[in-house]
């Protein structure tokens, strides 16, 4: 799967565009300033898949991990590549956000497209503990890439993001992308819970007692039974 990371476009031009990442999201910008320091900070809010069930979730996802946060780094994302009739995964929402729109608002982000120089992004180190669904068995950590940052005089806040913590232990579901290969989870408010060990303390080892408390706002509850009997159906 190709990541195409278009919300800075969005920002820029005032489009509604599915954002990268994110299955079929769309990105608004909410507000363009700059704060006392001279930094200047573009909000955007985004519009994400919702899921009915933990089945459509993992469903959905690449890969299931428990996973400790161990380091946390901001970096600027590739600019987005525009996508043309014939080219690999151009009618694909997930992998061509721009896939739909009309010729003039295609025609302005091409043009937006030659001056873009790429999101802020923040990224997480996460060492995998356990792993439910996907991924080589060999495979020991994995970056999780967030929308939003701060970087050289420049921030970018997305609204819906809720960042992952440093030294803390979670349960994800992700997004992999073949172009970076890194991650982002299926959907910011649904694809992470807190990862907690039946002694109170983050689960930095991942047993059978261990639960998994979901972000407010997200209905959707995950027990560790309930992950083995969807890791056997897989």
């Known amino acids: 799967m190709a990541k195409r ?14 954002v990268a990442g994110c299955g079929s999201g769309a990105a608004t910008t909410t507000a363009i300033s700059m704060d006392r320091t001279g ?3 573009a909000v955007v809010s985004a519009d994400y898949p919702a899921f009915a069930s933990v089945q459509e979730m993992w469903d959905d996802a690449d890969l299931v991990v428990q996973a400790n946060v161990t ?16 080219d690999e995964g151009y009618d694909d929402p997930r ?4 896939y739909g729109l009309g010729p003039d608002e295609l025609a302005e982000a091409r043009k937006l497209a030659e001056q873009e120089v790429g999101d802020i992004v923040t990224i997480a180190t996460a060492d995998i503990t356990h792993v439910f669904k996907g991924g080589p068995a060999d495979v020991r950590s994995v970056e999780v890439r967030q929308l939003g940052g701060e970087l050289g005089g420049e ?4 609204l819906d993001e809720v960042k992952l913590g440093q030294d803390r232990s979670y ?38 007692g261990d ?10 509850q995950v027990t ?9 159906t897989d």
């Not at 380091?71 to 014939?86: C, V």
């Not at 992998?95 to 721009?98: D, G, S, V």
């Open 5 to 18: 990371h278009l919300a800075t476009l969005a920002v820029i031009a005032g489009l509604v565009l599915p």
């Open 155 to 158: 921030k970018l806040t997305a």
């Open 39 to 41: 930094t200047q900070e």
């Open 95 to 98: 992998a061509n956000p721009l």
């Open 224 to 232: 560790r039974a309930a992950l083995d009997e969807l890791a056997k």
């Open 71 to 86: 380091g946390m780094r901001t970096a600027r994302d590739k600019p987005s590549k525009i996508l043309e009739p014939g």
């Open 171 to 208: 349960l994800l579901f992700l997004h992999a992308w073949d172009d970076t290969g890194d991650h982002t989870m299926v959907s910011p408010e649904q694809g992470q819970y807190v990862a907690t060990s039946p002694d109170g303390r983050a689960a930095t080892s991942a047993k059978a």
């Open 211 to 220: 639960t998994y408390t979901p972000l407010p706002g997200n209905p959707l």
